[in-house]
């Protein structure tokens, strides 16, 4: 196909790294929402899907039925298991398999990057110590909550994909909670007035939202990076 590389992204923090270094611009074309421009001549959208595996089949699928594209790549950031893997972390999985089905779908090769491990996406937060450490078992080396949605459309559609996450936290150092979660709506913005209170209540977690805000910051800049530098390769 000759489309353009479409860029998917959960949040808006996630694509912002995208527009900024593209230089894409925002239009609306129908229902849909996008950032388009060029990468190295090639065309480009970017979009944002929302958070979760039923906002990101919907988002993938308007995107597809809306544009024809040749390609799709997953930027964003993604969570460690364990309390070894070091923030900023780039992750290129062998598979991605879906939590609730362990479906499994397999990434398309894309720049020089050697596939390791396993992401496993679901539509919820997994910090039980057990639960982890059964997915550490598995292969499992990243979670997330998109990847294995955007990637069944994809296959369902013939097109390729591929995937660029960057950790940005640990499940396992018990930083962010199902509370902190629910800090952000569905389709990624932040809820602020929730925020406010929740500090309030917690002022001693404010260094730690902080660091959560700065490794998130740090993974949404790198993925973006790796991603353009691999379609650069193509």
Known sequence: MSGPIAFICAMPMEVVPLVKRLGLTKQRIGDLTVHSGTLAGRGVVATVTGMGPKLATEGTRRLLDTIEVSRVVVVGITGALENDTEIGTLIVPETVVDGTTWAAHTPAPLGEFTPHGTMHTSDRLITDPDELQALIGKGVVSLDMETAAIAE????????????????????????????????????????????????????????????????????????ETAIRACMAT
């Open 153 to 224: 459309v994809c296959e369902q559609r013939g097109v390729p994909w591929s995937v660029f996450r960057v950790i940005s936290d640990r499940a396992s150092d018990g930083m962010i909670s199902d509370e902190e979660f629910q800090l952000s709506n569905m389709d990624g913005t932040p809820r602020p007035a929730k925020a406010i209170a929740y500090l309030l209540r917690h002022p001693g977690r404010i260094p730690v939202m902080a660091q959560l805000a700065k490794g998130a910051k740090l993974a949404a800049d790198r993925a973006a």
